[in-house]
């Protein structure tokens, strides 16, 4: 079966600096996404990673390892706008995607 | 209008009650997806569409029926529902063309769905 594992709760000040880790164990591997959502909302697509690095834009970064099956989202500059559910999701095949249970970040001013 | 609307936006239902929900996708996408999104879980892949055609049912009970009769609508008919199937029902779609990448899956705003 397909298995992500994050972090329920994280919290933090405004300015700081949070990463929220992601490990999984799926049958197939074509890539890590990350989705935000806001309390009664619609997750929306944060940022992808087919091939380990790290990719950027703008104030958050994530990071793949494939041989690690582990993945981060890192959220810099924190803002209250930012307190939301980040969900880590893999794409297992062609058109399905599987996601973590989430981890709701709170942001303290 | 844009995007992936959904409607309607609240239900509230009885055990015995028979109602639809629909999507609507803006994007041109060729594949749509229902997901079941409970409390502290994750969200839960239901079906699957991909040119019309059902390709993914993630073992779902047959009490939730999908129709989908063209690649910018698609429908999730509830009958017989329990209070377990409580929950905020979630549509997206995708380009889901095939070729690869992200295949980035957007949205709509859900129905958050009562069964009494």
């Known amino acids: 079966g397909q298995s992500l594992e994050q972090p329920s709760e994280v919290t933090a000040v405004e300015g700081a600096i949070v990463q929220i880790n992601c490990t999984y164990q799926t049958s197939g591997f074509y890539g890590l996404s990350w989705y935000q959502q806001h309390d009664g909302g619609a997750p929306t697509f944060l940022s992808y990673n087919a091939l380990d690095g790290l990719e950027e834009t703008g104030r958050f970064s994530s990071f793949l390892s494939r041989s690690d099956s582990y993945g981060y989202l890192l959220l810099q500059e924190l803002q209250m706008k930012d307190s939301a559910s980040y969900f880590c999701?893999?794409?297992?095949?062609?058109?399905?995607?599987?996601f973590g249970a989430g981890t709701t970040v709170t942001v303290r001013a | 209008e844009t995007g992936v609307t959904q409607t309607p936006r609240h239900l509230v239902m009885g055990m015995t009650n028979k109602k639809s929900l629909k999507c609507e996708q803006h994007?041109?996408?060729?594949?749509m997806y229902w997901y079941k999104q409970s409390a502290k879980k994750p969200l839960e892949l239901m079906f699957v569409y991909n040119f019309k055609e059902q390709t993914e049912n993630n073992s779902v009970p047959s009490r939730f029926s999908p129709e989908c009769p063209n690649s910018s609508h698609l429908f999730l008919h509830l009958h017989t529902l329990q209070p377990e199937d409580s929950a905020l029902y979630l549509c997206?779609?995708?380009?889901?063309?095939?070729?690869?990448?992200?295949?980035?899956?957007?949205f709509g705003p859900g129905t958050r769905l009562t069964v009494l």
């Open positions: 994007l041109g996408h060729n594949a």
């Open positions: 999701a893999v794409r297992d095949s062609d058109y399905k995607l599987s």
């Open positions: 997206a779609s995708s380009l889901g063309d095939g070729t690869g990448g992200t295949d980035t899956q957007y």
